[in-house]
């Protein structure tokens, strides 16, 4: 049987999310080439595709057995035959980078067999690394993060783009609205990764977002496993790491009321 080493691989994956993170700050002195892509709001940069780029050069070059999936589309054809996947988001938060250079992150994570097996998102400008290998505890630089504790949704802070409340014809429209309601505060940064990092180490208390991809939370869900986080569709149902849906991730508690007393009751 093969073995992995996942420490070490974390820790491989550490320097590069480190090395790129220092080509990022670096093209912000410099003019970056920006184009949209599914719509005017869908931003990718010369930055995103050279990142993505670097991770799958080392990858290929330390674990040429191993599949690679990434926002970009240098994913490797029947990457969902292979048994250990890199699922990388190079920035996570492009507006954010672009338009405020600050908010922004690499999403990196290793999945075996389906079992997400190391998680890193590096908020790259105020240095901040969230990291875990599955069983070994998540930290924040060196700081490990501590089981997540209930919270009524009435104390709850939640993370929420404001733009999912404004289609009228979708279905989960009033429930959302009644769920910022009843929530003591909402926020939006724009980075899914960094907002699901952000319920991870207790900063928010929830995080929705009705779309997302595997590289916005692939990540994120190793972190919220190793502090007892919950995650799920908005409607409550298992989410499939290899398939665009979408997503609530939040503390125990909070993520059983929410779906109990918001999502199925209405
Ligand atoms: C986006 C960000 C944003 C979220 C979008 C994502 P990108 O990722 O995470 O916060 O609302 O759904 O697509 O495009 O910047 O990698
Ligand atoms: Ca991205
Ligand atoms: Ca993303």
């Known amino acids: 049987m093969e073995q992995f080493d996942w420490l070490k691989i974390k820790q491989m994956a550490i320097i590069w999310v ?6 990022l700050k670096a093209s912000l002195l410099e003019t970056i080439q920006v184009e949209t892509k599914s719509s005017p709001d869908d931003l990718v940069t010369e930055m995103d595709r050279k990142i993505e780029q670097y991770f799958l050069q080392k990858i290929q070059t330390h674990f040429p057995s191993h599949a690679f999936l990434g926002e970009e589309g240098m994913s490797d054809e029947g990457y969902f035959n292979n048994d250990t996947i890199w699922i990388i988001d190079p920035i996570d938060g492009t507006t954010n980078f672009v338009h405020q250079q600050y908010n922004f992150a690499i999403s990196v994570a290793v999945y075996h067999k389906g079992e997400g097996k190391v998680g890193l998102i590096y908020d790259v400008m105020n240095d901040e690394l969230y990291h875990a290998v599955a069983g070994e505890g998540a930290y924040k630089n060196e700081e490990r993060l501590e089981k997540l504790t209930s919270v009524d949704v009435n104390k709850a802070i ?15 429209q009033p429930f959302l609205i009644n769920i910022v309601k009843n929530v003591r505060g909402i926020r ?3 980075s899914a ?3 699901m990092a952000y319920v991870a180490s207790g900063r928010l208390d929830g995080y929705i977002s009705l779309k997302l991809s595997p590289w916005d939370f692939a990540a994120a869900l190793v972190l919220l496993n190793e502090v007892g986080g919950r995650y799920s569709t908005f409607y409550g149902e298992p989410l499939a790491i290899l398939k665009s849906s979408s997503v609530f991730v939040g503390k125990p508690q909070f993520h059983e009321a929410i779906i109990r007393e918001f999502v199925h009751r209405s």
Not at 18 to 23: L, R, T
Not at 158 to 172: D, E, I, K, S, V
């Open 18 to 23: 480190k090395e790129a993170s220092n080509q």
């Open 158 to 172: 939640l993370g929420l783009n404001a733009r999912w409340l404004l289609n009228h014809t979708r279905r989960y």
């Open 188 to 190: 939006s940064y724009g």
């Open 193 to 195: 990764a960094l907002e």
